[in-house]
């Protein structure tokens, strides 16, 4: 079955665009889903590089990408999806810091909104299932990052009035020898 390039939703081919975010669809343009998720890796690599764009720019076009990211609805599927997602979640996750929080926030925060959603749409599938229940415990377990993103947040504001006051300091003194 071939897949949407943008977002992922199926395609049948009787279509001209993608039903699910409207992208034009080309026949030579088709994918399998493992192919796609590698092609959305690599677009997020080539849109986290690019030159003359501010973090804020890029960090916008990269959250919204990950936010279209189309939902499958069978189980091999949303398994290749779940560990691409946790994976991605885990390296901006375990890897936030005050020196990173504003260039990275929005994008940790989009990995984390769509691992909710597949995990709510794996909980109404059969949670006898073995591979099922490891996915939603994986995908559960990322909430742990949002306890990292306040950490990171107030770091940010501690390291910027710790600077605040160095500077006050050092403009006081400035201004005390040029006294003497
Ligand atoms: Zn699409």
Same mark, same amino acid.
């Given at each position: 079955?071939?897949?949407?390039?943008?977002?992922?939703?199926?395609?049948?081919?009787? =279509?001209?665009?993608?039903?699910?975010?409207?992208?034009?669809?080309?026949?030579?343009?088709?994918?399998?889903?493992?192919?796609?998720?590698?092609?959305?890796?690599?677009?997020?690599?080539?849109?986290?590089?690019?030159?003359?764009?501010?973090?804020?720019?890029?960090?916008?076009?990269?959250?919204?990408?990950?936010?279209?990211?189309?939902?499958?609805?069978?189980?091999? =599927?949303?398994?290749?999806?779940?560990?691409?997602?946790?994976?991605?979640?885990?390296?901006?996750?375990?890897?936030?810091?005050?020196?990173?929080?504003?260039?990275?926030?929005?994008?940790?925060?989009?990995?984390?909104?769509?691992?909710?959603?597949?995990?709510?749409?794996?909980?109404?599938?059969? #949670?006898?299932?073995?591979?099922? /229940?490891? /996915?939603?415990?994986?995908?559960?377990?990322?909430?742990?990052? #949002?306890?990292?993103?306040?950490?990171?947040?107030?770091?940010?504001?501690?390291?910027?009035? /710790?600077?605040?006051?160095?500077? /006050?300091?050092?403009?006081?003194?400035?201004?005390?020898?040029?006294?003497?």
């Amino acid at each position: 079955m071939s897949v949407c390039p943008k977002c992922g939703a199926p395609e049948d081919g009787s =279509h001209l665009k993608c039903e699910f975010c409207g992208n034009p669809i080309s026949t030579e343009n088709t994918f399998n889903y493992e192919t796609f998720l590698k092609q959305f890796g690599d677009k997020m690599i080539i849109i986290a590089s690019k030159k003359g764009e501010s973090d804020e720019d890029i960090q916008t076009a990269l959250a919204s990408i990950i936010t279209q990211l189309y939902i499958p609805s069978d189980k091999k =599927h949303l398994l290749l999806l779940t560990s691409f997602v946790v994976g991605s979640a885990q390296t901006i996750g375990s890897s936030i810091s005050y020196m990173n929080v504003s260039s990275q926030s929005k994008i940790l925060i989009a990995w984390l909104g769509k691992s909710i959603e597949i995990s709510t749409k794996l909980k109404l599938m059969s #949670r006898g299932d073995p591979q099922i /229940a490891q /996915a939603v415990t994986l995908l559960d377990g990322l909430e742990k990052y #949002r306890e990292n993103l306040q950490k990171a947040w107030s770091g940010l504001w501690k390291f910027l009035i /710790a600077m605040g006051m160095i500077l /006050a300091v050092c403009l006081f003194i400035i201004k005390f020898v040029s006294k003497i």
